[in-house]
């Protein structure tokens, strides 16, 4: 019975006091290596490692690529990008391995800088979504080596009225389970 209590205590304590030794994942950056363990590649198949992946505003994107053989230029307009017309790009990228972060919400056009490597697929086109609405969205909590629970909901920042009351809870149910093991 006291045991029961014990962990429901322990429980109520990491659920509304914040910064118990559980970290947000949530919203956290992704890092993304393009390709996977082929990298930036003409033997990698690009558009199947991107698909189904979400890329978020501060995520970053990792190319790593033989210098010598490869370059990646960023191009402006989708017209380029599915032509592969490399004569007018944003920026290129020569050094072998690049990370590029990603700033703000739209669509990022990346391609091989040979046009012929490009039509066989090595591009990459990245529609970069806004970070999630945190006031929406629960936040999945993970637990440090410090912590009890695996997984838990607790808010992200909690406003002065709820602070006072789940600090009111902890001492009232340390007050209560207090007198229930001295009984």
């Known amino acids: 019975m006291v045991n029961m209590i014990v962990l429901k205590v ?43 992946r979400s890329f978020r ?11 010598a053989q490869e370059s990646i230029v960023e191009l402006k307009s989708e017209d380029e990008y599915e032509s592969c017309d490399v004569q007018n790009p944003i920026r290129m990228y020569s050094d072998g391995l690049e990370s590029i972060e990603l700033v703000e919400e739209g669509i990022r056009y990346f391609v091989s800088s040979k ?32 912590s ?17 009351y789940g600090n009111f809870m902890l001492l009232f149910i340390g007050l209560w389970l207090g007198t229930c093991i001295a009984i």
């Not at 009890?148 to 006072?164: E, N, R």
């Open 10 to 52: 322990v429980m109520v304590m990491v659920i509304m006091a914040p910064g118990l030794g559980l970290k947000r994942i949530g919203a956290q950056p992704h890092q993304h290596v393009v390709g996977d363990d082929r990298g930036w590649d003409p033997s990698s198949d690009i558009a199947t490692w991107s698909s189904g």
């Open 57 to 67: 505003v501060g995520d970053k994107i990792w190319f790593a690529y033989s210098a």
């Open 115 to 146: 046009p012929e490597s490009c039509k066989r697929g090595l591009k990459l086109h990245v529609e970069v979504m806004p970070l999630g609405n945190p006031d929406t969205e629960i936040p999945k909590m993970v637990a440090s080596e410090n």
């Open 148 to 164: 009890v629970l695996a997984d838990a909901v607790a808010p992200t920042t909690p406003s002065g009225s709820k602070q006072l």
